[in-house]
């Protein structure tokens, strides 16, 4: 069964679709262009899903019942939500819940209505995979693939790899004053996003395994929009790809 690949913007997963080659075929169904054909001798489907929680539901279903994939990997930018996660880090989710979910007063704030639960759990052992590959990737790979002066502008410094807590919600935030509210309700929360959650849970219903993973973009804060643009291009994309390489080699073996 065939990986899935899910990024929220098409700069996210440019280099993916480039390594595709040129015997990957490409099927468009439900506005999305998906990108069949294999990464370093494993089956995958590569999509950019756009962005926000319905976006992302909306592709994840469609990987899993249309292209029939065994497991969704989601790799993008979030905003930080911890002092101790900086710009340049990458974030393995343990666990992914909606900030913005409320059923109050039927439900408890922040738990899926009919589900039972607020915080859908990644699988451990997927999880272990993931943050290895960011080691190697950070150790062998990070200064030959991006240059010094990046570094430099975005004030990246020894990145590290994370695992923890991911909160997603229809908002892009931007304010020091709404991630303090965000901590306050979800004090684990390592970073926001607004897609993660969603295909965490179209994944729990469909009983496949997931895995997110977050290069930290900004601090959720009044700057955020600033650099975000450049640093998808100049940082993530690379991150992405050179993750995923070392992950899927490691599959490999």
Known sequence: MPIGLMSAMQEENSKLIAELG??????????????????????????????????????????????????????????????????????????????????????PRHEIPLIGRSTFQSDISRRVHAVEATKRFFLNDLVSQIDKSVFAEFGIVDPQVIEGEIASGDKFIAATAEIKELKSRLPRTSCVEMEGAAVAQVCYEYDIPWTVIRTISDAANEAAVIDFPKFVTAVASTYSYGILKQLFQRLRT
């Not at 249309?66 to 393995?92: C, K, L, S």
């Open 22 to 107: 040129e015997d990957h075929h490409v099927i468009d169904k439900g506005m999305r262009r998906y990108h069949v054909g294999s990464l370093w001798e494993i089956p995958v489907v590569v999509v950019f899903s756009r962005w926000g929680k319905v976006a992302a539901a909306t592709t994840a279903t469609c990987l899993i019942t249309e292209f029939n994939v065994g497991e969704i990997i989601f790799t993008g930018v979030a905003g930080g939500a911890d002092p101790e996660v900086r710009v340049g880090d990458v974030v393995v989710a343990t666990g992914l819940c909606q900030h913005d979910m409320d059923a109050r007063p039927l439900f």
